[in-house]
């Protein structure tokens, strides 16, 4: 590794309470020795791994999962003072865990912050306890606000909130009152996460809607009724005082998600944990899946390996940035692959520009200039997934 390289590291904790009903990550219950034992093998893998990252300075560290709060707290301290010791972890780092409302107490929060966790991340989903019985989510909106309330009393003052539209039974007032429930929070969320839902095949909702299919039935909301909710939701929290900074993501000023942005832009993260993805000198890299045999051999479980091509590297820089409303940079894609982005998609871009999916934008470089920019129109952040496609060679 380069000295002074930049890192990001990602924890992988796949234990929950109970699977949601939508859920197709990987996670699942487990019995607490079986939590312990992983979380030792988490930080043994930890400290081996970090050998070969002495000379990165690490800017942020996501603890996700499944549900990490489940995991002991004393554990959590151990494994962050264990990056501490091996890493060069920055005083500026953001370091997030994910939480779920019903699995942390005021007391676990506060030792949390005072492990040097700066940012957490409550998994909401709905305001509406109806709605989170038919997602199998684990929690009331009263456990929400208890959970909230414990997290800014314990000095957590970078707090995301995950919602989701196009849920079974919801309609958009259900969608609508949500965001105000949300946003009527003393002090509101810094952040908000705001995801329609998919189906994802194996899970049981999906199973479900596949025999409402059969009948001729649905149980989600229609497509009209799904955009207006997706429209609505960038509407009210816009004139709220966020700025939407990615397709699903909205933050006021100052506190966008360094570790998710590194995704997008291609910064270089090394996943530690089950299942855990990462990326190191245009390599991209998994463990493996398989519980038990993580537990006895944390460093021996290396799964799936890919080396990207030139031209895999040009197809992730546009579809993951792209996904930024600051859009795609004409010079930093010159700079990386030596040739203009406009000549190696002259083609695509021209398409969508007529089509009103893309437009050119300008920025400040930070020396002074101005650069160039592509990035989607709110036309194209409504059809992502086709512009993105366009982009696949």
């Known amino acids: 590794m380069t000295e002074n390289r930049e890192l990001e590291l990602y924890f992988h904790i796949p234990f929950c309470v109970r699977k949601c009903l939508y859920c197709d990550f990987l996670s699942a219950p487990a019995h607490p020795a079986v939590r312990r034992r992983y979380m030792e093998a988490l930080v043994r893998e930890t400290k081996e791994r970090a050998e070969a990252y002495r000379d990165c300075g690490v800017t942020s560290v996501f603890i996700g999962g499944g549900t990490p709060s489940l995991a002991d707290t004393d554990q959590v301290e151990e494994l962050l003072d264990e990056v501490r010791r091996s890493y060069r972890l920055s005083g500026e780092a953001e370091l997030t865990i994910e939480v779920n409302p019903g699995t942390v107490d005021g007391e676990k929060l506060a030792r949390f912050r005072r492990a040097g966790i700066n940012r957490i991340s409550i998994g909401l989903q709905s305001a509406e306890d109806r709605l989170l019985e038919a997602l199998g989510r684990i929690h009331t909106w009263e456990q929400f606000l208890e959970c909230y309330a414990k997290a800014r009393e314990a000095g957590f003052s970078n707090v995301n909130v995950d919602v989701m539209s196009a849920l079974p039974g919801q309609s958009l007032s259900d969608c609508r009152r949500t965001l105000e429930k949300v946003l009527g929070l003393d002090p509101p969320p810094e952040h908000i996460s705001a995801y329609s839902l998919i189906l994802e095949e194996g899970t049981p909702l999906f199973r479900r809607e596949e025999e409402l299919a059969a009948q001729g039935k649905s149980m989600l909301p229609d497509e009209e009724t799904d955009r207006a909710m997706y429209h609505e939701t960038g509407r009210i929290l816009e004139r709220a005082g966020y700025k939407r900074y990615e397709i699903s993501n909205y933050a006021r000023a100052g506190y966008a998600c360094r570790h998710n942005c590194g995704y997008w832009k291609r910064r270089e993260y090394l996943g530690l944990g089950l299942g855990a993805s990462s990326l190191i000198e245009n390599v991209r890299f998994k463990n493996g899946e398989d519980l038990e045999r993580y537990l006895e051999d944390p460093l021996g479980c290396r799964g799936e390996v890919q080396a990207l091509s030139r031209q895999e590297q040009m197809e992730e820089f546009m579809f993951l940035g792209l996904r930024l409303t600051e859009g ?45 920019r592509l990035a989607l129109t709110s036309r194209g952040l409504d059809v992502s997934n086709y512009v993105m496609q366009g982009f696949l060679f």
């Not at 795609?328 to 990386?336: M, N």
């Not at 203009?340 to 893309?358: F, G, N, P, S, T």
């Open 328 to 372: 795609v940079s004409g010079e930093e894609f010159q700079r990386c692959f030596g040739q203009r982005m406009e000549d190696v998609y002259k083609e695509v871009i021209e398409k969508y520009l007529a089509m009103k999916l893309l437009y050119r934008t300008h920025r400040p470089d930070g020396t002074g200039g101005r650069e160039e």
